[in-house]
């Protein structure tokens, strides 16, 4: 029996290392295991005429052994070689079909032993659903049918799932496209096993100035490059739904297949060598081309060679045609974007990029639909004579929305929202979309109006809407208000625009998210569809409410803030210890930054990422508190990065202090990945906390020197930047006890666990009372029971014993 281990404090450190601990995984406290302990409601979709619903259920966790299966870290992705899919999946494990206006769920019948079910696809009548099944062998292809709510195996051949989704329907929903496991594939290299002929060598070219992120799991060696390609590597074959399959495409390292909305064609993309030893798979060259759907080569439309120099800047793109897809308001067109600055944000034009469409059967020259101001975001197409486009600008935080006429050749934007992105309290909404004659989702047009739906963050709460927006005169009129007082309120989409039929979500701090039909159009005119119970009933009666405060430079701040069930507001006799937990954000003004999100009629869903656990345990908890960082004009925000970091923590510390529930001696930070990256600085700089726990985060800049976050300069652009914010630099004035903890395999670009091992090692070296866990298997973000559990029981001891 295997028998695994919590790392803590660094087992595999250096032998001058020493008071290591061997222990088993733990449980945290009885208050916090009856939260963890719950079963997780289903995800629901449902078919576009609303009259189905099925649910897909998983597992709360998943467990260790899962995390322990066969793993091979290629070009970005993380495969499991044995069963040929990303490891990093989370599989569904039932499945159950519902009447919308039935109240009886109904058990899929036939599924696979031990489900492991992922990539659901509905075919496009929507009478059946395409699925995967992983077995211990490999990816089984399975298809479901919704009217007798029974599930089959279609294929005994295993399928590539090793890039994403290998299931395309042909439009007629008869058959299926999918990538398939090569028959002649040859054995995978192993790494252990294999004697290099030579040293690994990479040169750079001189002159050629290019600036990569710091990305995790890249090709290192040849046998990498030939593990990759094998794994990669799929036949493309048409499967009918009786199971017969025929050949489609030879083998290729598919990445991509689209078919035109009119099924005749089909898109697919393939890698190409050579491949990349610094940048991931996204930037390796690509070829695309356009099949009739019974495979005869039409066109090469693309062919991107390898990507690994690109201009500075998040505004930069590479140049070639970029974002190729399918129009969805024509059958058979194409259409994408070409930088007319080389991609450089540097450059100064008066146009940044241009959109073309391409008719098929590509024996024409494409045609230039529209030059954009800024660079291209985005298109929502419409009809033959309405389409929405957004281009952006990330220095300025500025996003515009146009109207434009796709049958116009001449530049015909016009402007209907300009905004600053970062503005919540002016969002318009989105626009709602509905199913065309193609099955595509275009923009809803009625009596021409367009529809937005909107989140509707405001100074005062939040009030979501719908809005129509007038095609002459550009201007919005209000529909609908939801002014509910006592819950929140989500709207998902318009049923019907005649009568306002809307799908919408309710929920409360203590009410579990459910779906409702709502008629906008009559008062409290409710339909429930679902009936999920709240699975943390020991704390729907804590005390939850969002506060407002001031920095001490007037930007206006907030959090959610809750207090233990049964706390004595009015005398506040008792002085509770505080913990708040957040996460930093970048702004270019103060005004977008003092606006808040927060609304107290939110689900109280606590989760390993925040502190709301121990409110049952007599801890005030502030969670989502406001830490932005501000810079204005020409002045970067990083600039005075720990100066306003200390100043959001005073104004959190100072406004909970002021209600009178806390004893402002004993407070504590925390944050994951960049909000790690703040606990660690402000116990460095300030003596605000007592405490810290800081979680999977970069803490020696230098380490990515290329940028980080949202800073766009390099180290040598701004050394004193990236030095005064690496607490690194400054351990030696870090005497606050803090709990650091890592995956033991982050894969987050930037965050590699080597910068939680050192600064240990740096902290430890100079006396600072800090404690080190490094969570077996785990990445980025913590997903095994057994290390969910451990880690809250560490950070329940660590705060009992210092704080409370």
Same mark, same amino acid.
């Given at each position: ?348 034009? +008066? !146009?940044? *990029? /241009? ?11 494409? #045609? %230039? &639909?529209? $030059? ?91 009030? +979501? !809407?719908? *809005? /129509? ?11 609908? #208000? %939801? &002014?509910? $007082? ?319």
């Amino acid at each position: 029996m295997k028998i695994f281990y919590a790392s803590l404090l660094g087992l595999f450190l250096s032998t001058t290392m020493l008071a290591q601990e061997n222990i088993t995984y733990q449980k945290p406290s009885k208050e916090i295991l009856a939260l963890t302990d719950f079963e997780r409601a289903p995800t629901v979709s449902m078919d576009s005429k609303k009259e189905y619903l099925l649910l897909s259920y998983r597992n709360t966790y998943k467990t260790l052994e899962e995390l322990n299966e066969e793993e091979m870290k290629l070009a970005g992705l993380r495969i499991n070689p044995i069963t040929n899919i990303s490891s990093t999946v989370t599989y569904i494990n039932n499945l159950k079909i519902r009447k919308i206006k039935d109240t009886d769920e109904i058990q899929i019948k036939n599924l696979p032993t031990n489900p492991r079910i992922t990539n659901l696809s509905w075919s496009p009548d929507e009478s059946k659903i395409a699925f995967t099944h992983t077995s211990t062998q490999g990816v089984e292809l399975w298809l479901m049918d919704i009217a007798t709510a029974t599930a089959k195996k279609i294929s005994d051949h295993h399928l590539n799932a090793n890039v994403g989704n290998p299931i395309s329907w042909f439009k007629d929903s008869k058959a299926l496209l999918v990538r398939m496991l090569p028959a002649n594939r040859p054995p995978l290299i192993n790494p252990k096993n294999d004697i290099p002929l030579g040293p690994i060598i990479s040169t750079a070219v001189e002159g050629t100035v290019s600036q990569n992120r710091t990305y995790q799991d890249l090709l290192k060696n040849k046998t990498d490059e030939v593990n990759f390609e094998n794994l990669t590597t799929s036949e493309l074959y048409r499967i009918d739904l009786n199971g017969s399959k025929k050949l489609f495409k030879k083998s290729d390292m598919y990445v991509g297949e689209s078919f035109s909305p009119d099924g005749n064609y089909l898109l697919v993309t393939t890698l190409q060598r050579p491949f990349s030893y610094i940048v991931p798979l996204s930037r390796f060259p690509m070829k695309s081309i356009v099949y009739s759907s019974n495979g005869e080569e039409i066109k090469i439309v693309n062919d991107i060679p390898l990507n690994e120099i690109i201009p500075k800047g998040f505004m930069a793109v590479r140049e070639g045609k970029r974002n190729m897809a399918w129009r969805a308001d024509e059958a058979a067109s194409l259409f994408y974007v070409m930088a007319l600055d080389q991609g450089d944000p540097a450059a100064s034009v +008066p !146009f940044r *990029d /241009e959109v073309f469409t391409w008719n098929a059967p590509f024996d024409q020259e494409a #045609t %230039s &639909l529209v $030059k954009t101001p800024q660079r291209y975001n985005r298109i929502i197409w419409g009809d033959k004579k309405t389409a929405i486009l957004y281009d952006h600008w990330y220095d300025t935080r500025n996003l515009k929305t146009y109207l434009l006429d796709p049958s116009k050749t001449e530049q015909n934007l016009k402007v209907v929202f300009d905004r600053n992105s970062q503005d919540v309290y002016s969002d318009p909404g989105n626009f709602e979309t509905v199913k065309n004659s193609f099955d595509r989702y275009v923009l809803a047009i009625e009596n021409n109006h367009l529809f937005l739906i909107g989140e509707g963050y405001t100074a005062k709460g939040q009030n +979501p !809407f719908i *809005d /129509e927006l007038n095609l002459n005169t550009l201007k919005t009129k209000r529909r609908y #208000t %939801s &002014l509910l $007082k006592d819950k929140k309120e989500t709207i998902y989409s318009i049923e019907d625009f005649k009568k306002g039929k809307v799908l919408v979500a309710l929920e409360s701090s203590s009410d579990y998210p459910n779906y409702y039909f709502r008629n906008i159009n009559k008062k409290d005119d409710l339909q429930a569809i679902t009936h999920f119970k709240n699975p943390f009933e020991s704390i729907k009666n804590v005390y939850k409410e969002v506060i407002k405060y001031t920095r001490e430079d007037g930007v206006e701040l907030s959090g959610t803030l809750y207090l233990p069930e049964n706390y004595d507001r009015k005398s506040k006799t008792e002085k509770l210890p505080l913990l708040i937990w957040a996460y930093p954000t970048e702004y270019k003004d103060k005004n977008s930054a003092g606006q808040t999100s927060s609304n107290p009629n939110e689900f109280t869903f606590p989760y390993y990422g925040s502190f709301v656990y121990w409110v049952t345990k007599g801890y005030a908890v502030l969670d989502h508190a406001s830490f932005p960082i501000i810079g204005e004009g020409t002045e970067e925000p990083n600039d005075t990065y720990i100066k306003q970091l200390v100043a959001n923590g005073k104004a959190a510390i100072d406004a909970v202090d002021h209600l009178g529930y806390i004893n402002r001696k004993k407070v504590g930070v925390g944050g994951h990945s960049y909000g790690a990256f703040m606990t660690a600085n402000l116990l460095t700089h300030s003596d605000l906390f007592a405490v810290g726990i800081a979680r999977s985060g970069a803490y020696n800049r230098t380490l990515t020197p290329f940028g980080f976050q949202r800073e766009q300069r390099n180290y040598w652009e701004a050394p004193e930047v990236y030095n005064a914010m690496s607490p690194f630099m400054t351990a030696n004035k870090m005497k606050t006890p803090m709990l650091l903890v890592h995956g033991e395999a982050d894969n987050n670009p930037g965050t590699f666990t080597l910068q939680t091992e050192r600064y240990f090692q740096a902290l430890k070296g100079l006396g600072a009372p800090v404690r080190m866990v490094i969570l077996p298997k785990e990445s980025h973000s913590y997903v095994a029971k057994e290390n969910i559990l451990h880690l809250l029981w560490e950070q329940d001891q660590f705060l009992e014993k210092y704080l409370k």
